[in-house]
C-alpha cells in the first residue's frame, strides 16, 4: 500500500486530503471509491502550477499523529480537506493540527458540509477559507491570492469562498463553470490507484473507474441537497471530452469497466446518444454503469446505450407508495418506475435500484407497500437505506423545525416520528434486506446472470 508522499522542492506546496472516516458512520461501510471531487481540485491546481499532493485518509484510515507527521514531512503551505457533515469533528481536528505545526500554512476546506453550512466551519479560527460549491476555480484563484502573500481584502472577494474579514464571516456565492471542458482531467495520478475496490457488482469487467460527466439537477426532490453544491442548471463534459478521457484512461489506468456517478446520466438525451455513438466509433470496448432517474429513459435511447457498454442502471426509486413519493417531491410515479425497468429489461440492461425507509410522514404500512413493490419490480440488486436528514435539503428543515429526530451525529439526523424511530426502522431495513436477497426469485436472477458457479463461490 503506497502512503509514502514525495517531497516537494520550489512551487507553493499544495496538500490535499480527505479526513480519515468518521467513528461512527449510519450508512454503513461504503465501498473503496477514489476522491473524485479532490482529484479534480488537484487536477485544476496542477495546471496553474502549483505542486499537488493527494493524501486520502478516509481510505487509508490513517490517524491523527500519522496526519501530523505528513504535514510537518511535506511543509506544505496550503491544505485542502473534504468535508462531509459526517466528517466535520475529523476535519476540525485536522486543521488543528495543521495550525499547530504550521501557524502560517492556511487552511482550506471544502466538498458537501462547508458548500452547505460555511459558517460552521469558519466559527473554528483554524479554518481560514471554506469553499462552497465546485472547487476548480475557486480554490485556484484562491492558491494564487495566497501564492502572491495578497491580503485578505483580495481574497474576500473571490467567488464560492467564504473567510473571516473584519470579524464578520464573509460568504461569496459561487459562479458555476459554464464550460466544464475547461476543468482539467482529475489528477488521479496523485491518488494511491491500488487501495481502491476498482470493481462493482453491477459490473463483470475489471478493474472499474469512476467518472462525473454531468454537473447540476433541475430536480427539487425534498430529501437531496445536490442542487445546492452543482447549482440548478445541469451542465455537462462535451461526448468528445468524455470519450478522450474515457481513452486516456484506458491506457494509462488500464480501465475496463466504468461507473457513471452522476445523478442523471439520461437528462440530455442527444448527448448521450452522440457519447454512445463516439464510444462505439472509437472502439472502447468499455463495460459500464451509470445512474438515472426513470423518466429520463426511452427505447431508442437504451438500445443505444446497450451497443455502447451499457450494462447496468442504478434507479433512487425511493418508494413504492405513492403518498410518500409526493411526500419526496421526486416528480416520478410507481408507475414510470414499471415502465422505464420494462424499457430497460427489453434493451437487455441490467437493473439495480435502492429505496429509503423511515422519512417523516411515512407509516410502517407505507413501508411495507415499499417493500411489495421492491419484490414486484423484482430488480437484479436492490438496496433499502433507512432515511437520515442531512444538511440543506427541504425534509432536513422540516426534521428540525418540529423536532422529528431523537439524535444528532455530527449535523445528520435520525428522524423520529409518532410511527417510529431509529431502531425501528433498521429492523425494518435489515428484514426487507434479507428477505430480499434470499428470495427464490433474487436468487434465481443471480444464477441465470452470474452462473451457477460464480453463485455458489459468493455462497462459501
Ligand atoms: C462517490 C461518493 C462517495 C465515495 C467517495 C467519496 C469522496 N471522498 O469523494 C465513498 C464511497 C468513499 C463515499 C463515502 C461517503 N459518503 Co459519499 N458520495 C459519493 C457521491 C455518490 C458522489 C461524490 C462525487 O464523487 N461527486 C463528483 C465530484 C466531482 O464532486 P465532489 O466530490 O462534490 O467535489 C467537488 C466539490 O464538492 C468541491 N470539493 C470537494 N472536496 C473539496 C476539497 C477542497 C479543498 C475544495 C476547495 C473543494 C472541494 O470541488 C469538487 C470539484 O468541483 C455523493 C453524491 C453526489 N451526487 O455528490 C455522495 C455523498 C457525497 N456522500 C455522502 C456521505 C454521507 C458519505 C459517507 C459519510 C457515507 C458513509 N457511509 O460513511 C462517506 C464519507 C466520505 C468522506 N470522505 O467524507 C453524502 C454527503 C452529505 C453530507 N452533507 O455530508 C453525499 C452527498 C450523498 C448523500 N446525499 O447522502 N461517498
Redesign the pocket.
Known sequence: MRIKLEIMEEKTVIL?M??P??AF??????????????A??AGALEKAGFQVQILDN??LNTSIDFIKQEIERLCPEIV????????YQRCIEIAKAVKELRPSCKV??????P??LPDTMLQHPEVDYA?M????R??VELANHIAKGNNERATAKIPGVACRFKGKILKNPPKFISDLDDIPYPARHLLPMEIYDRQIGYLNAKPVD?M?ITRGCPYRCNY???NK?WGPKYRSFSPTRVVEELEYMIENFGSKGIYF?D?NFTINKKQTIALCHLMKERKLDLEWACDTRVDLLSRDLLVEMREAGCRTIFFGVQSGSPRILEKLNTCTTTEKTVEGFKLCREADIHIACSFMLGIPGETIADMETTYKFAKKLDPDWCTFYVYIA??NSNLYEEVLQKGLYDRMDN?LAFVKTAQFNYEQVVAIQQRFQRGFNTSPKTLLRRIRRDGFSSFLKSLL
Not at 485542502?80 to 466528517?87: A, Q
Not at 460549491?133 to 476548480?136: K, S
Request: proline letters at 12%.
Open positions: 490535499l480527505t479526513t472516516p468518521p458512520s449510519p450508512w454503513g461501510v461504503p465501498a473503496r471509491l477514489p476522491p473524485l471531487g479532490l479534480y481540485v478516509y481510505q485542502g480537506v473534504t468535508c462531509g457533515s459526517v466528517t482550506v476546506v471544502g466538498g458537501w458540509h458548500s452547505y469553499v460549491g465546485e472547487g476548480e475557486a480554490i469512476v462525473n437531496c441537497e445536490t453544491l456517478i445523478d442531512c444538511p449535523f
